[in-house]
């Protein structure tokens, strides 16, 4: 395969086609949806908007591991950290497609705040990456693991019958498990405090905003 240089303006313009198909577009999976084959079971009304309400925020979750991925790709400095970053983010295309697609079988829609989401995600990717290449993977590791607690919780809350979203969700959470041991083997560095927590403050805030907008 050959594989081009590709210049600053080519980098900016594909990021800017990714923000563009995350936030507006339909991402298309490239493995199959886990719920399919799982029945579909009636779910009471407000059932229905509170299995939403936690898709939307997974689904917000996929839109900010985009972002920050690609804000740190740009600002990788080694070929190998970026490639690594790039191909990341291209698995989380998978689930924010399902959960695009239980969204509206559950008759609802993606956040509203997403071009926000995107924006804030990206610059603060790019400034974890300015940091350096250990920094960078680091901040995967926590970004997965953060994504996998979520994802448990979920899995507790969820209607006992949405089986649906459930499929997804676990199959989900052991991509994201694998996505942090891939950066903890590529090098990640342990993220000092604050960090973490206040990455962990800021999904808070992502979350109770995005159950309902
Ligand atoms: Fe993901
Ligand atoms: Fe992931």
Not at 69 to 78: E, K, M, N, P, S
Request: net charge negative.
């Amino acid at each position: 395969m050959i594989h081009r240089v590709l210049t600053p303006l080519d980098r900016l313009l594909d990021d800017a086609q990714r923000a563009l198909e995350t936030v507006l577009g339909a991402p298309a999976a490239e493995r199959g949806n886990p719920a399919v084959g799982v029945p579909e079971v009636a779910l009471a009304d407000d059932e229905r908007r509170h299995a939403a309400g936690l898709m939307r925020i997974n689904h917000v979750g996929e839109v900010c591991a985009q972002a920050l991925y690609c804000g740190q790709a740009a600002v990788a400095r080694d070929e190998g950290t970026r490639t690594h970053l790039l191909h990341a983010a291209q698995e989380e295309t998978d689930h924010l497609a399902w959960c695009l697609e239980r969204l509206r079988e559950l008759d609802s829609r993606p956040s509203l705040l997403n071009p926000l989401w995107y924006a804030g995600s990206y610059a603060i990717g790019a400034l974890a990456g300015l940091r350096g290449d250990g920094w960078n993977l680091g901040f995967v590791v926590e970004t997965e693991h953060q994504v996998e607690a979520h994802i448990d919780e979920h899995l507790q809350s969820l209607p006992a019958a949405d089986a649906r979203s459930r499929a997804i969700l676990r199959t989900m959470k052991i991509d994201e498990a694998r996505h942090a041991a891939a950066a903890e083997q590529a090098g990640a560095r342990i993220l000092p405090p604050p960090v973490p927590t206040l990455m962990a403050l800021a999904s808070m805030v992502m979350k109770s905003i995005a159950y309902r907008i």
